[in-house]
């Protein structure tokens, strides 16, 4: 189906990313075999939408500097590859531009590699980039207060297995505090004769970080150079007030939050504030009159130097060269995250909520904006694991799409979309686990649920659409048995299951797709179903000469509109199809259980419960009990329980069908300490000829038998006035009431909630 949305299906080709990058490396072809050489291509880049305030573009940190080792050694590699041919020491420096560079490196398939990084202004006396020991050492000597030429960044990938040519992208990250100071009271004081020209700190801090590890060392207690204050239109806000720049310093801390005491050294004056808050890429802001008032001041401490999620860059720029990104926060997406043709593109969700608060759909940012996640083109493929969430904003987009011939994968994660969780347009959706919802429901309510996934009709009718499931949790959605792709259409992969997995606090099902034995032949299919706890799938149409009864915690899923059924032999005396005397038994998915028909002698029935079993029956599922010289029942019980929430169950009745119309045949015989149970949620029963005892219990036994009706459909029979049972004997439950309605035009009753 197509969404509810008007979806343009044009491809709009996206403007390539141009990248002026620095490499060591010319292009090379590379064999895959341990031992080859592969060319390793990384693109550095400061984190996305850096924003333009002061002291928080980075764009003063254009040199980046760089060193590759085999995992777990200090030592510098002599592999990266020079025009002339030779091989130069792996330690080198590349120009930042647009806040990205990218460097080439011949690297060995099959090793595993550690990299460090740094990102500095050029020629500053300040930092010290050591490769031999992986580590930056800071001169706070030479550190001047109050600019942002000190500002810096660093990363590390470690353990990198080089499995061929390779492309991966890299964030870099301030391990600094922003200390900023700042006052409201700037002009007053300056009114007053009082003008701060310049300033400096004092403040306890560490002269060395370890690159690879993100630790620091050395603790000292450093006073930066005092110089003038910021420029007149240099300010920050806290709860959308201006403050004043009077001092900026870039501090460097631990990785968890600390306090120190900051001594504020300014014309003419000083003073200290005490136990201040300070995180590594944070920015602390003291503020308040600090000019006018020596006593009183506020600090607040705010994450990250940028206005938005550094991740977002980072999404985003693997999204346009390939790479693989982790998640460390949580991440508001402003545009889609769409995955351009040709690259490769992974997402460790890592336990973060990917959201929209900003309207994404066919938001001009990017052409055909459908869903926070997007893969598109040939050779395109995203994979999303790790346990987090992607929840579009209400009325607005789905959560992941596929367009043009992408390919997507799904690990894990909890997606929750509008209409559609995932939507395949053109490609492949390969669902391997994670958890599937939708908060926009379709409009007609009896389809609510029913697009979680969705494939465009067009494509899937002709191959290019395709959702195949492994695995995954689906609220109120069967991926078996998709209705909105036409009753019985079958996303679950051969091998695999769609079974019920509990109820959602609203009353919705949850299906859970699991392996499953993939039954081909009729001893295939009896050896799988009497083997304790199988789940058995059946996929194709199926006769079976005798009868099976199922061990206990089995379960058989129908699918793809299979037909199993029992053949005229009249050799056994057990005239069933399933005859279930252990407990636990579950019969769901899409097809069709028949009785064998016409059999001379013996009444036939779908299922007997017999012997304590018990079986729970839900699915678009059709029981057909046929017809023969005597009565068939689509469910007979004689001692034990069923369970019916959905399906069609239907009888031919015996000769005549007048008198033999049980559909449902409740009977607590054989034994005397037999018991018969029929419990009915929901589904459709109905028989041809008179039906007077289309649910019925066999008169003798009535005070061994239950009966309780919550739902269902029951055609020509009210099961709140059952005549046959005697006049006005009542099957409902305390609760609900029967209705009068019709059902194919037959006069009917449907048994719903008081």
Known sequence: MCSMKKVLFSTVAMSALMLMATSCADDQTSDLKAGAESTVTITAQLPGDMGTRAFADGKKATELHYAVYEKGTTTRLAVCQKADGTKGQLEGTATMTG????????LTTGKEYDFVFWADAPGDNVYTFNSENQTVTVNYANAENNTDNLDAFFGQKKALKVSGNMSISQELRRPFAQINIGTDDFDAAAAAG???????IGVATYNTLNLLSGEVSDPVTATFVKKPIPTEDSKFSVNSKDYKYLSMSYVLVPKDKETVDIAFDYTLTNRTFTNVPVQRNYRTNIYGSLLTNTTDFNVVIEPAFATTNYNLGALYTASQIGGAVTLSDNVDFDRTIAVQPGKTMSVNLNGKTVKNTTDLWENPSVPNSWSLF?????????????DGDVIAKANDCYAVDVQDGGHLVIEDGHFNGNVHAVYVYKGVAEIKGGTFEVQQKYSDADKADEFVLNCYDANR???????????????????????????????VAPGYASIPNGTAADGRTIWKVVPAVEATTAEGLKTALTTRGKIVALGQDLEYASYISPAKNTSLVMKNGAVFKSTNDDSNNINTLLSISATGV???????????????????????????GSVDISGNLTFDAKGGSMANNAIKITNGTAN??????????????????????????YLASAKANLNIYGGVFECDGDATYLINCKDEYRSKCAIKIMGGIFVGFNPADNTAEGAHTNFVA???KSVETTYNGKQAWKVIKE
């Open 374 to 386: 997007s893969v598109r083109g040939t050779d395109s493929k995203l994979t999303l694991s790790g």
């Open 644 to 669: 019916i929430h959905s399906g069609y169950f239907h009888t031919a009745g015996g000769t005549p069908k007048e008198s033999t119309s049980e559909c449902i045949y409740v009977a607590a015989e």
């Open 99 to 106: 806040l990205q560079t990218t460097i080439s490196l011949q």
């Open 586 to 612: 579950k019969i769901f998915g899409n097809g069709t259980l028949e009785a064998a028909p016409n059999r001379p002698n013996h009444p036939s029935a779908v299922i007997e419960v017999r012997n304590g």
């Open 194 to 200: 009082y003008t701060v020209s310049e300033s400096t």
């Open 734 to 736: 305390p609760g609900y």
């Open 461 to 491: 009718e002709n191959g290019t659409a395709k959702i195949i499931v492994t695995g995954g949790t689906f609220i109120g959605f069967n991926p078996g048995d998709c209705k909105a792709e036409g009753n019985g259409t079958n996303f």
